[in-house]
């Protein structure tokens, strides 16, 4: 049965984020981005929507994929590594999926990895039949394991993995990584990516069939508006007639130049650029006639 349909009808949605650690900032960040705003309660676990009917669960990340299984929360900001791992832990025991991601959300980037004592010739993952993988992450890495057609045993930690080669406890490990510092300063090198991993908003499995409905379908296409408009910047400048075309071709990652009425002989352009604009290319502008150049920060799209 589906947690919809078990669940009696509400309509107020609520969302499921991290309370402390690398993902509790940026997920607030961006759902306040989207238009929410909370009023926190004093146990500080409950944060009650005030702009619109979102409220969020503070709790610790691994508990979120659950709480969405449960119909506790419709939503939850979690890391795909922690929600694809306990999808693979819920098929191996037989549960029906109960998750899934929905968008990706441009934070929280790192990889699951395969790492190896630094005096390894890494040749491969046949190279790994017998060996001790200590890992967080057993589901998925017995899952790879059995797709890459290799036994070997995987040491379950709950944390501090990195050191258990020093310890003797197992051979390798299988870890996330972001920026290698961690490895590097315990001896030991990536080899092989598991997984690449972000995080995500995760949401049910089955549609929902009453006025959250709605409200998550609102915050999605907000979400999407967003990941439209990161990294979009207007352009703005104005210029003599002769000197347009000539622009345009600096500007070939551009949208087509727009041109807007304007006084005197000068005339006012704008795009829409993708990326970041140096201050490099807007004197390379410069020199080739545009003036009064102007970068604006495009904030929300409904296109
Ligand atoms: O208390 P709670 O259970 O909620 O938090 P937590 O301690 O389990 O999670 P937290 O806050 O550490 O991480 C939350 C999520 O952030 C993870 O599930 C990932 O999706 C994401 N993330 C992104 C990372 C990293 N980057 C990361 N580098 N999570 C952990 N690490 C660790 C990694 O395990 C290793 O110990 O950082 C170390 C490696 O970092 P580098 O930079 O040295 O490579
Ligand atoms: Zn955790």
Redesign the pocket.
């Known amino acids: 049965m589906s947690a919809s349909s078990s669940a009696p009808a509400r309509d107020r949605l609520r969302i499921a984020i991290?309370?402390?650690?690398?993902?509790?900032d940026p997920a607030r960040s961006l759902l306040a981005a989207c238009g929410l705003s909370w009023r926190q309660s004093r146990d500080k676990l409950f944060c009650f929507g005030e702009s619109l009917p979102v409220d969020l669960l503070l709790?610790?990340?691994?508990?979120i994929p659950g709480l969405i299984a449960d119909g506790v929360c419709d939503l939850g900001v979690?890391?795909?590594?922690?929600l694809d791992e306990q999808a693979k832990a819920r098929r191996r025991a037989g549960l029906a999926d109960a998750y899934q991601p929905l968008r990706g959300l441009g934070f929280?980037?790192?990889r699951l990895m395969l790492a190896v004592p630094d005096e390894w010739d890494w040749q491969g993952p046949a190279q790994l039949a017998g060996k001790r993988i200590a890992t967080?992450y057993p589901a998925i890495l017995a899952a790879w394991l059995q797709e890459q057609g290799v036994e070997a045993q995987v040491v379950e930690l709950s944390?501090?993995?990195?050191i258990a080669p020093k310890l003797g406890t197992a051979d390798l490990i299988c870890?996330?990584?972001?920026?290698?510092?961690?490895?590097?300063?315990n001896q030991l090198k990536p080899v092989q990516t598991l997984l690449d991993?972000?995080?995500v908003l995760a949401g049910p499995v089955h549609a929902l069939d009453d006025a959250r409905a709605g409200l998550m379908a609102m915050l999605l296409r907000r979400l999407d508006g967003l990941s439209k408009v990161q990294d979009r910047k207007l352009l703005m400048f104005s210029a003599a007639e002769e000197r347009v075309d000539a622009l345009a071709r600096l500007l070939p990652d551009a949208e087509p130049l727009l041109r807007l009425p304007a006084e005197g002989g000068a005339v006012r352009l704008q795009t829409m650029c993708n990326g970041a604009l140096s201050w490099q290319r807007l004197e390379e502008l410069e020199r080739a006639g545009a003036q009064e150049l102007m970068v604006l920060a495009v904030e929300k799209s409904l296109a």
């Open positions: 991290q309370k402390s650690g690398r993902l509790a709790v610790r990340d691994d508990d979690v890391g795909l590594n922690e929280g980037q790192c967080s944390g501090s993995v990195e870890d996330l990584v972001s920026s290698g510092a961690t490895l590097a300063a991993s972000e995080a």
